[in-house]
């Protein structure tokens, strides 16, 4: 009798082994054949298991999700003391996980699962929660959704164009310029109080980010639209003030 412990234990395996192959030697040494001998099982098993090729790539990217939130968690700090410096943290594992571990880094990225969706959005729940902070102290210099961007992106960029270097002229000079160039982009040198800024856009943006997701006194109609106020408040800044 096949129990749910024995099940879990042999998509574990074979999961763990898809891994280690795919980091050895790439995508295409993920076959079907290949990691059925490298769990010590039979290849209809995956079949069986995962439907095919592309489902196991699939649990390959939730096991690299859960890895990644794993790291990111144990370094997350709910109150810190420089959400600057916090910002630059989070960036960095980001960054040294890609870095670190391209292929897996490539296949989480790729995959388009519901597991695996749900696990890039508790990451981006993460660094949502770092930007929020940034605002409410006063520290952004751009919409907390552009911050986002920008951060999302230049720590892509950074790892594909260090993967795309060839290894004798890689700098790790790079990824240093390209993480201050993200901060100079989202934060300030010294944080604003929103009433010395002239315009209202430090204001909406700090406020927006201390308001609660449940709160009692405005109904949800009214949380929307004071929520979508802001935004355009925040928006309304023109060129960034230094």
Known sequence: MVTRDSTDSSR???????VELLENGGPDAVSTRAVAAAAGMQPPAIYRLFGDKEGLLEAVAEHGYAQFLERKRAQLDPAPQDPVQELRRGW?????????????????????????????????????????RLAAGG???????????????????????????????????????????????????????????????????????ALPDDA????????????????RLAADSGAPHS
Do not use: Y
């Open 12 to 18: 574990r395996r074979i999961v763990e082994a898809a």
């Open 92 to 132: 960095d594992i980001v960054v040294e996980f890609g870095v670190s571990r391209p292929e897996l880094f490539a296949v989480m990225n790729r995959a388009t699962g519901r597991e695996s969706d749900a696990a890039h959005r508790a990451g981006l729940e993460i660094l949502h929660g770092r930007v929020r």
């Open 139 to 209: 520290w952004l210099r751009v919409d907390e959704e552009l911050a986002a961007q920008i951060i999302q992106a230049t720590g892509q960029g950074a790892v594909t164009t260090w993967h795309s270097t060839p290894a004798d002229r890689r700098n790790p000079a790079l990824l240093a310029v390209l993480r201050e160039s993200m901060v100079a982009a989202v934060t300030r040198a010294e944080p604003t109080v929103p009433a010395a800024e002239s315009g209202p856009a430090a204001a909406a943006r700090a406020l927006r980010a």
């Open 216 to 231: 009692d006194v405005l109904s949800d109609a009214e949380q929307h639209l004071l929520r979508e106020w802001l935004t």
